[in-house]
């Protein structure tokens, strides 16, 4: 009985640990709050929030929607036509980026209608700025999404098209993580 407490006592505490954010990732979430609560450019602290929602998820992927829509609302601000063109690039990738990790939040409550409207979203920018590492990722995350409905013929197109661009790029791990779903 006494191993048996103490083997569950560790069990927990180590879960806990695993929760629990590491000195470096403590130092960019205090960072990025602070960035977030004094700048005002609607660009770089849309692209802050989506950073600290990143670094949150592992502790509550609950905080990536709220963070997420956060900075689509300042990107909604913006108009994208009249940011130079480095900027646009950025403003696409930072909303794209954005309804990937909404997408995720719905995947995880099982909405899989909800989860792809997001990802299909942020597949169409990704698309229109030829980012080929987000469209193999989006792709991947279609794919999934369909595969978990059962809907194989659709899981299957959309794994073929991340894995055309892995080949193209001769990203080997894309390519062994693509074919190993």
Sequence with gaps: MRHFVYICFCLIFSLQLISQPNVEETKKIDSLN?????????LKKAKALVS??????????????PLCQQALNLLDALKEEELPAKQAYEY????SLAYNNIGVVYYLHGSYAKTLHYYIQSVKIRESINDEDGMMESYNNIAGV???????????DYYKKSLAIAEK????????????N
Excluded: H, R, V
């Design 34 to 42: 602070k960035f977030i609560s004094t700048n005002t450019a609607a």
């Design 169 to 180: 790029k001769n990203n080997i791990k894309s390519i062994s993580n693509t074919l190993n």
């Design 52 to 65: 600290l929602a990143e670094l949150l998820y592992n502790q509550n992927p609950d905080t990536l929607l």
């Design 146 to 156: 369909y595969k978990n409905q059962s809907d194989t013929a659709q899981a299957i």
């Design 92 to 95: 696409n990738q930072i909303k």
